[in-house]
Each structure stands twice: as structure tokens, then as C-alpha cells.
């Protein structure tokens, strides 16, 4: 089953479409989101091609496997990467007996958009509303100030917190000398922890992802 065929012909996409089917024979779209972050969309694309482009195994799925696919496009051109279930289509049109870890850590990736919740690290997407049960949290991207040689450089990470009533609050990450601290806030008088370095397991979040607790 060899083949030369790339994962893309293209690279210089301005616009990603996640979109969650039914199954792979009924496609109403159960899910979907468009991202512009480009940021985003370049560490997917590098996500993928490090996944082997020749699938050794094919495989046969019933008509309700679930089905989501990923659709890279600019103003005239788009290509699209297919999930049957948790299993990529690869170029060779076959599947990967052995799923390598990007593989696993995309679908993972994926999945925890459709399906956020707390202690589970989310890609940082600008500007994409990600919904808990009691709120929403939307990244609005980082700033960086240059203060040298008077003071120290420093990053700012922007989030806006929405309760289900309504209610904002923004919440200003900022890092320089130190890295970036874990943010409480308050929805509904519950408290919450948000995380962008590390996790509370010490695993690594920084710089693409975020993660969101409870506190105890």
C-alpha cells in the first residue's frame, strides 16, 4: 500500500473547520467550529504530518461509527482530515495499526473541543468560546511589552469568563520573570482555577493549551 501522496499540497491556510458529524452515514453536523487563529492552525497542520502519511491497515465501519473531520481552507482552496471513530483516514486512504502519539494527542485534542470540561487541558484557540456546564472561557490572545532595559519584558494572556447569566470577568495572565500563575475566579460563588504553564499534576500546558479546575 505504498504512497508519496503528503498529508498536504498546501500550507498557507487562513481558516480551520472542525465539524462534528452524526455518523459516518448520517451527516447532520452535531458540532462545529470555525477557527482563524493562525498559531492554532499551523501547530494542527505540524501535528499531522508527524503522523505516518501510509496507513497499513484497512478498515471497514458500520453506518453509525461516529464521524469528524477537519477541513484546513483559504479563499480557494481546502483539504480535508478524516476521523472514523478515533482512527485517522491517511493519505493512502488506509489506517495506522499503531497509532503513533500525535495521533492519539490530536484526537485527544480534538475531542476535548467538542467535549470540554474541568481538568482536561483545551487547545488556546483566540477568540473560540469553549462551553463549561455553569460558564464559557474565551482566549483573547497575548500581548507582549518590552520594557528593556528600564524593566523587565512580560507577556499578558487575556481570558473572558461568561456565567450562564451573563455575567463577565476578565482575567489578565502576566509573565516575565516568573512563568505564568494559576487564576482563581468566581461563577456563581463557586471557585475556579485556571491554569496555563502547569497543571496541578505538574503536566506541561504552556504554551498551546489551558486547563480548568474546581477549587477544593
Not at 4 to 12: A, I, T
Not at 44 to 61: E, R
Not at 65 to 94: A, Q
Request: net charge negative; charged share 25%.
Amino acid at each position: 500500500m505504498a504512497t508519496d501522496r503528503p498529508w498536504f499540497n498546501h500550507s498557507e491556510f487562513k481558516k480551520l473547520v472542525f465539524t462534528k458529524f452524526k455518523s459516518i452515514s448520517d451527516r447532520t453536523i452535531l458540532q462545529q467550529y470555525v477557527i482563524e487563529d493562525e498559531k492554532i492552525i499551523q501547530y494542527l497542520l505540524k501535528c499531522i504530518q508527524a503522523i505516518p502519511a501510509n496507513g497499513d491497515m484497512m478498515i471497514s465501519f458500520g453506518p453509525d461509527v461516529s464521524y469528524l473531520n477537519l477541513s484546513f481552507e483559504d479563499e480557494e482552496y481546502s483539504e480535508v482530515v478524516h476521523f472514523y471513530r478515533d482512527k485517522i483516514k491517511t493519505p493512502s486512504t488506509g489506517f495506522n495499526s499503531n497509532k503513533s502519539v500525535n495521533e492519539i494527542q490530536l484526537y485527544i485534542d480534538v475531542e476535548a473541543l467538542f467535549h470540554p470540561d474541568l481538568n482536561k487541558k483545551i487547545l488556546r484557540i483566540e477568540n473560540l468560546p469553549i462551553q463549561f456546564p455553569n460558564f464559557s472561557i474565551r482566549y483573547l490572545g497575548s500581548t507582549f511589552e518590552d520594557h528593556a532595559p528600564i524593566s523587565i519584558t512580560f507577556h499578558k494572556d487575556t481570558f473572558l469568563v461568561t456565567s450562564k447569566n451573563g455575567v463577565e470577568e476578565r482575567i489578565t495572565i502576566t509573565s516575565g520573570q516568573l512563568p505564568p500563575q494559576p487564576s482563581e475566579f468566581k461563577v456563581e460563588g463557586e471557585t475556579y482555577v485556571l491554569y496555563t504553564y502547569k497543571t496541578p499534576t505538574k503536566e506541561s500546558v504552556y504554551p498551546m493549551y489551558f486547563l480548568v479546575e474546581e477549587k477544593k
